[in-house]
């Protein structure tokens, strides 16, 4: 763990800061895939969840109480067995695999951003129209929490399908980023057993969490800083060209 290292992922968990403090949750977990350049996937994946855990508690009590609750508890609930599923996974896939499906993710969030996101929400609320918020609201919520927990145990990119969900409930901007944050904060904890059973993390990570959580807080404040000096639309042109640039690298090196 030398001096490049502490650059690199320094530089990453502020960007996580930044993303979750001022512009959503959805691209924080860029910072664990520029890590799994430089350290094993699993390894990356412990030192960010706690740091992912202390950016959600700095970033709650703004928004406190401001979430819509039954779509959040859909959500968790829902998320749970994708959790499970996504330990499942884990046991099952070595690191290059890992390597593979995080740089998948990372590509395919920049094409969902860029393309599909209105698409799939616009379909998405017609087809609950239709239905009148009865069954087929409540499977939709089904299958973006089971999607939510399974890749956010995986890589914690869970932010797509919670968007894909919460994009048509009609919620509010404010309404919009208190529910994320309480859906992630939740996911988070529990995602903490099945990672301590499973070794994801150890004393080494949580050494490393130690050294980088001012990164993480400052980060946080950064980013409701930049929220009112950037435009949402810069700081994601960016993101989408690191996590395009990222996940192409993480695919070549699972590939290989």
Do not use: C
């Not at 330990?87 to 969030?109: E, M, N, P, S």
């Not at 409540?138 to 919460?166: I, K, Q, R």
């Not at 996911?187 to 903490?192: F, Y």
């Not at 949402?232 to 395009?244: D, M, N």
């Amino acid at each position: 763990m030398d001096f490049a290292f502490f650059a690199i992922a320094g530089a990453a968990v502020t960007f996580a800061g930044i993303s979750k403090g001022g512009f959503g949750s959805g691209a924080a977990f860029a910072a664990a895939a520029i890590l799994a350049l430089v350290v094993e996937p699993a390894m990356a994946l412990g030192i960010m969840l706690p740091l992912l855990m202390l950016i959600d508690v700095a970033t709650l009590r703004p928004y406190w109480k401001k979430w819509r609750w039954p779509e959040a508890r859909l959500l968790v609930l829902a998320g749970v067995p994708g959790v499970v599923l996504g330990a499942v996974f884990y046991r099952w896939a070595d690191a290059q695999t890992l390597k593979l499906l995080i740089g998948a993710i990372a590509v395919l969030f920049v094409l969902w951003q860029l393309v599909g996101r209105r698409l799939v929400a616009a379909r998405v609320h017609a087809q609950q129209q239709r239905s009148a918020g009865g069954s087929g609201a409540l499977w939709g919520g089904v299958l973006a929490g089971v999607a939510v927990g399974f890749t956010s145990f995986v890589s914690h990119a869970g932010g797509p399908p919670a968007a894909v969900y919460l994009l048509s409930r009609k919620l509010s901007k404010t309404e919009y980023q208190a529910t994320s944050v309480l859906v992630f904060w939740l996911i988070n904890m529990v995602k903490v057993v099945p990672y301590s059973f499973m070794g994801i993390f150890t004393l080494e990570t949580l050494k490393l969490d130690l050294m980088l959580a001012p990164f993480a807080l400052f980060g946080a404040w950064l980013g409701v800083k930049a929220h009112f000096l950037i435009s949402e639309r810069a700081f994601f042109v960016l993101t989408y060209v690191l996590l395009t640039v990222t996940g192409a690298k993480l695919i070549w090196d699972g590939l290989a």
